[in-house]
T-cell receptor
Framework: QKEVEQNSGPLSVPEGAIASLNCTYSDRGSQSFFWYRQYSGKSPELIMFIYSNGDKEDGRFTAQLNKASQYVSLLIRDSQPSDSATYLCAVFNDYKLSFGAGTTVTVRA | GAVVSQHPSWVICKSGTSVKIECRSLDFQATTMFWYRQFPKQSLMLMATSNEGSKATYEQGVEKDKFLINHASLTLSTLTVTSAHPEDSSFYIC???????????FGPGTRLTVL
C-alpha cells in the first residue's frame, strides 16, 4: 500500500470553476500535511500546509483535513489557466515528507 | 524568505564521469537538507536526508557510494553522482528546512543528462 495516494488525473476544469483534489494517507500518526504545486519542468512550490482537522483557507485555496478518515483535500476556487499544473500532496512523518504521485490539473479557458 | 538555490540548473556529462550538484539556503540556516530525484511523469522520490555535520541517511535502494552527500555548513549541501550512467539521468531537487522542521522549501532543481 502506498503511503500517500492521490486521485488519479488528469483533472480538467473550465475557467472559474472549482477544482477538487483528494489525498489519502496510510500512517495514522502523521501530523503535518502539505500541498505543493509543480509546473512542468520546475520544482515544487509550497501552496499550503495544514495541521489540524477542519478547513484552512488562503486566498482561492482551501485545504481540508480529516485525520479520522486519513484524508486531506485541496479546493481551488475560481480556477485560472495559470493554475494548470501538477499538485502534489505530501505527508510529514518520521522526519521526512512522503509525496503522492500528483494530480495534473488543466484549466481550460 | 526561505529561498533555496541549486547549481547547476542543468548539466550534460559523459558516462563514467562524476557530477557535483550544490544546494544552498540563501536566507536561512538549514539544519536539514533533503535530496530528491524525479523521473519524467513520476513523483518525487526521497534519496537521502542530510543534517549539517553528520552523515547522510539514505533511503532504501539508494547507493550511498554512488550518491555522495556532504553537508558541511548550515547553508550548503552537495550531491555528487559518481561514475554517472544514462540511467542516472533525472531531475535532482534539494529542499531545506530550518527551525520549522516539517516545512520544506525546494530548490529549482538540476536536470542531469548522462550521455
Amino acid at each position: 500500500q502506498k503511503e500517500v495516494e492521490q486521485n488519479s488525473g488528469p483533472l480538467s476544469v473550465p475557467e472559474g470553476a472549482i477544482a477538487s483534489l483528494n489525498c489519502t494517507y496510510s500512517d495514522r500518526g502523521s501530523q503535518s500535511f502539505f500541498w505543493y504545486r509543480q509546473y512542468s519542468g520546475k520544482s515544487p512550490e509550497l501552496i499550503m500546509f495544514i495541521y489540524s482537522n477542519g478547513d484552512k483557507e488562503d486566498g482561492r485555496f482551501t485545504a481540508q483535513l480529516n485525520k479520522a478518515s486519513q484524508y486531506v483535500s485541496l479546493l481551488i476556487r475560481d480556477s485560472q489557466p495559470s493554475d494548470s499544473a501538477t499538485y502534489l500532496c505530501a505527508v510529514f512523518n518520521d522526519y521526512k515528507l512522503s509525496f503522492g504521485a500528483g494530480t495534473t490539473v488543466t484549466v481550460r479557458a | 524568505g526561505a529561498v533555496v538555490s541549486q547549481h547547476p540548473s542543468w548539466v550534460i556529462c559523459k558516462s563514467g564521469t562524476s557530477v557535483k550538484i550544490e544546494c544552498r539556503s540563501l536566507d536561512f540556516q538549514a539544519t536539514t537538507m533533503f535530496w530528491y530525484r524525479q523521473f519524467p511523469k513520476q513523483s518525487l522520490m526521497l534519496m537521502a536526508t542530510s543534517n549539517e555535520g553528520s552523515k547522510a541517511t539514505y533511503e532504501q535502494g539508494v547507493e550511498k557510494d554512488k550518491f555522495l552527500i556532504n553537508h558541511a555548513s548550515l547553508t550548503l549541501s552537495t550531491l555528487t553522482v559518481t561514475s554517472a550512467h544514462p540511467e542516472d539521468s533525472s531531475f535532482y531537487i534539494c529542499s531545506a528546512t530550518s527551525t520549522s522542521a516539517d516545512t520544506q522549501y525546494f530548490g529549482p532543481g538540476t536536470r542531469l543528462t548522462v550521455l
